[in-house]
C-alpha cells in the first residue's frame, strides 16, 4: 500500500474513532479514563499525529461500541450500502420513519 493510501485510510479510521467518542457524549479524558488509553495519545490519534497501535484501536474501538471486522474487498460495497441505509434510517426515525430490515432471508427449499 502506498503511503498516500495508507494516510488516508488512518484518516479515515482517526475521524471515524472521533466521530464516535462525540456521539457518545465523552471528552477525550473520559474516554482515556474508560480505556486507559492516555488523553494525549487520543489526542494524538484523532488528529492524525501518530500512528495507532492495533491494541489501541481495538480498545478504544469496544469501548465506543465499535467492532474491528476484516471485510472481503468485493464485499464492501454491500456492508458501506448498509452502514448508509442504518445511518440514513436513524436519521430519519425521530421524523416518525418506519424502520425495515436490512436484509432479508429468503425461504428456500435447501431439503
Do not use: F, W
Amino acid at each position: 500500500m502506498k503511503a498516500d493510501q495508507m494516510s488516508y485510510l488512518l484518516e479515515k479510521i482517526a475521524a471515524r474513532l472521533k466521530q464516535a467518542r462525540e456521539e457518545k457524549g465523552l471528552s477525550q479524558r473520559a474516554l482515556a479514563q474508560l480505556t486507559g488509553v492516555p488523553q494525549s495519545h487520543i489526542s494524538k490519534i484523532e488528529s492524525g499525529a501518530v500512528d495507532i497501535r492495533l491494541s489501541s484501536l481495538v480498545e478504544i474501538a469496544r469501548t465506543l461500541e465499535l467492532e474491528l471486522e476484516l471485510v472481503p474487498r468485493p464485499a464492501l460495497p454491500a456492508v458501506q450500502a448498509i452502514l448508509r441505509s442504518r445511518r440514513n434510517e436513524a436519521a430519519h426515525a425521530g421524523a416518525g420513519a418506519v424502520s425495515r430490515p436490512q436484509y432479508q432471508l429468503e425461504a428456500g427449499g435447501d431439503d
